[in-house]
């Protein structure tokens, strides 16, 4: 029989208004246009077609942009997933990969190719309604404008598909589409949740609010009536003698001190007082206006991978529990007293592929050190043989920041804020790094200057990105490890769903998952399976390594464990006020 293309969209929404909690979904159709005729079909609701249709069509090949919504559409109603898949968001992702052009949804990707589209007033506007089943479903002119809208994505999705080369990517998106299947899978599963004291916080955000500010207010008046006051912090970094970084602003060329996530995360390694305002806020933003995907029946927080969203082809997921506070991690919990939650990720990554992709001796002895950082400060004479990191802190931490540092381009003007020392001492510490490491900046320079003649980049497993000749350098000197590691991080998740390992969610370069106690060696010896397969498809012969960590009660995280601690006490001392004070009788 000869295999069919076709074009797929579906449309789903949510029982009373719990938009996004997976136990409210209600399906509402699915569509599918086929590419070489004028053959147009159409699944409403749970009907048992659906599932026919795509048993039939074992050897077809279905189209869809940001296909993980239309695989997991068909997993929650049991539907197995076609082998065959492209997907028209990776391509154009791929296809047009550059810092900037990075927005890939279905109505730029047509806009971008002079593509006809539907109107995005009323797309909303549908979409909305479709998401809050505010239709009647048994009108049938409602429910022919749904179908038609359905079909209008479907038939974007085979204009796209006209665009791409879908020959010279064929291998490339096999790979990809194997990893957005596993992806769909770990989004319908959810990380569990301790719901309970999710909910205890945040009915209480004021007193907690209250609490925390006073508490930082103790070091330095930072908060002044409930807002934060960016001068105060400064006025007490420059009376501790932390000076922070300069910028200069795009629009006026003048220099300014930004106050930036990312500035404040920079800082925050250089004085505890920092670290505790930083989380402090975030915490803030956490439990105000900011909430998390919770499933209350599930108990589960569901939460959205975002996959190929940075140049590097890395994920950045929305509405992640990883991505708030440290100590908000104490709240993901094993789904039963039989369950245990692990958390495997790779040991010094970075430094790994930076070694393994520049070929370089020396900084692969020092990754096969027990502490890379240690290592690298005893080879370049920086710390006595035998030296630890609880015998010479202080000291891994300067070679550390630049370990890590250099990957990213900073210079030793950056070294020098970040770590708070003499610009003298930095430019010492940079080059002892180029020293000792010649053969890494030799390859680094060659790749760098290659990409900009070239115009674009590649990783080994083919992800690249164009490369604008007048783009910063330090966005191409961190590219190769960012990307390679992204390479590492899809074929790592695609091996780990190949054992049925139960993944929960991807960090960076971690992964956490969840089994049964019983099961925790059996899971080893998965994780061993898996990973090792992908470092060979990547880095082959070289020996990445990674950790494996069990939690047994919850998830622990060393660097949130002292707020997560005093926000548990704190809301334990106001659940007990509230439980002595009287309540008012109300007459009737």
């Not at 086929?34 to 090949?61: C, E, I, Y």
């Not at 439990?287 to 991978?305: A, K, M, N, V």
């Not at 991505?323 to 789904?335: A, D, H, I, N, Y």
């Amino acid at each position: 029989m000869r295999a069919n293309v076709w074009a797929i969209d579906s449309e789903w929404g949510f029982r009373d208004d719990k938009v996004d909690q997976e136990s409210a979904f209600f399906p509402v159709v699915m569509c599918a246009a086929n590419l070489t005729s004028d053959k147009r079909v159409w699944f409403w609701g749970q009907d048992p077609a659906l599932h026919d249709f795509f048993m039939h069509g074992a050897n077809d090949t279905f189209i869809g942009h940001y296909a993980i919504a239309e695989m997991k559409y068909l997993l929650r109603l049991g539907v197995p997933l076609p082998e065959r898949w492209f997907d028209t968001f990776v391509a154009c992702r791929y296809e047009n990969n550059a810092p900037g052009r990075l927005e890939a949804g279905l109505s730029h990707a047509l806009q971008l190719r002079g593509l006809p589209g539907l109107g995005l007033h009323a797309k909303k506007d549908l979409q909305n309604r479709i998401l809050r089943l505010q239709f009647d479903a048994q009108d049938a002119v409602q429910r022919q404008q749904i179908i038609d809208y359905c079909m209008s994505d479907c038939d974007a999705c085979l204009r796209l598909y006209g665009r791409c080369d879908t020959v010279g990517m064929a291998t490339k998106m096999a790979h990809w589409v194997e990893y957005l299947k596993a992806v769909a899978r770990m989004e319908l599963r959810g990380i569990p949740f301790d719901v309970d004291a999710y909910e205890s916080f945040r009915s209480r955000k004021c007193q907690i609010k209250d609490a925390l500010t006073a508490q930082i207010n103790e070091t330095a008046p930072v908060y002044k009536q409930g807002s934060f006051s960016k001068r105060s912090l400064l006025n007490w970094c420059q009376s501790a003698g932390i000076e922070w970084p300069r910028k200069t602003s795009r629009n006026t060329g003048g220099m300014y001190l930004p106050m930036d996530r990312d500035t404040l995360k920079g800082m925050g390694a250089r004085h505890p007082f920092i670290e505790e305002v930083r989380e402090v806020r975030k915490t803030m933003d956490s439990l105000g206006q900011r909430r998390l995907p919770i499933d209350f029946e599930r108990r589960r927080h569901h939460f959205s991978t975002s996959v190929f969203r940075s140049v590097s082809g890395r994920n950045q997921p929305k509405d992640f529990v990883f991505s708030g506070p440290k100590w908000m991690r104490s709240l993901m919990v094993p789904e039963s007293p039989d369950h245990v939650l692990v958390y495997v990720d790779y040991t010094a990554q970075e430094v790994g592929l930076a070694a393994a992709l520049s070929d370089d001796e020396n900084m692969r002895g020092i990754y096969e050190a027990d502490d890379c950082h240690m290592a690298f400060a005893i080879k370049a004479g920086g710390a006595p043989l035998g030296a630890t990191k609880s015998s010479h802190p202080e000291v891994r931490k300067k070679f550390k920041a630049v370990n890590l540092g250099v990957q990213y381009g900073q210079t030793e003007h950056g070294i020098s804020q970040k770590l708070g020392i003499p610009l003298a001492d930095a430019e010492r510490l940079l080059e002892s790094h180029r020293t000792t490491f010649s053969t890494f900046w030799d390859w680094l320079e060659a790749v760098v200057d290659a990409a900009l003649a070239r115009g674009s980049i590649s990783t080994p497993c083919g992800w690249r990105t164009l490369v604008p000749r007048n783009s910063n350098l330090r966005t191409w000197m961190n590219w190769p490890m960012q990307a390679t590691g992204s390479d590492l991080m899809r074929l790592t998740v695609t091996y780990m769903d190949q054992q049925r390992i139960q993944l929960l969610a991807p960090v960076h370069d971690g992964f956490l998952m969840t089994c049964r106690r019983d099961e925790v060696a059996d899971l080893r010896t998965a994780v061993k399976v898996a990973c090792t397969a992908a470092i060979e498809h990547v880095t082959p012969g070289f020996p990445l390594r990674w950790d494996f960590e069990v939690h047994e009660h919850r998830f622990q995280d060393a660097d949130g464990a002292a707020l997560w601690r005093r926000l548990h006490s704190l809301v334990a001392r106001i659940e007990a006020s509230e439980r002595s004070t009287p309540r008012p009788v109300v007459l009737t």
